[in-house]
């Protein structure tokens, strides 16, 4: 069982930027992909970004690729998603996730609450 809690999002202007947190809990956390999906009104849920837990080289989204980051804090089992340059077409809310990888949010099988993330123009 993996227990996620999403925060940091709020109302920014665009050209600006948020850093959204998931902390993250639970065992075996080494067998997860981590991921970033979103979901804007009226829209389905979308791929954002994913990591393996253990590290690597980060996966984006062709809309955040060069505007958004996926970290990870190993001390306190943070995950990040720092984004920069924001548009309003970024306003969603962001969920994390954590399952078996991949762009489909079909193969993440547990996901946080989700925080909103509002972009002005």
């Known amino acids: 069982q993996v227990q996620l809690v999403e925060s940091g999002g709020g109302l920014v202007q665009a050209g600006g930027s948020l850093r959204l947190s998931c902390t993250v809990s639970?065992?075996?956390?080494?067998?997860?992909?981590m991921g970033w999906f979103r979901q804007a009104p009226g829209k389905e849920r979308e791929f954002v970004a994913a990591?393996?837990?253990?590290?690597?080289?980060?996966s984006y989204a062709d809309s955040v690729e060069g505007r958004f980051t996926f970290s990870r804090d190993n001390a306190k089992n943070i995950i990040y998603l720092q984004m920069n340059a924001l548009e309003p077409e970024d306003t969603a809310v962001y969920y994390c996730?954590?399952?078996?990888?991949?762009?489909?949010?079909?193969?993440?099988?547990?996901w946080g609450q989700g925080t909103q993330v509002t972009v002005s123009s």
């Open positions: 639970g065992r075996t956390l080494n067998m997860y992909v």
């Open positions: 990591r393996d837990w253990s590290g690597g080289i980060p």
């Open positions: 996730a954590a399952g078996r990888g991949s762009r489909s949010q079909n193969w993440y099988d547990y």
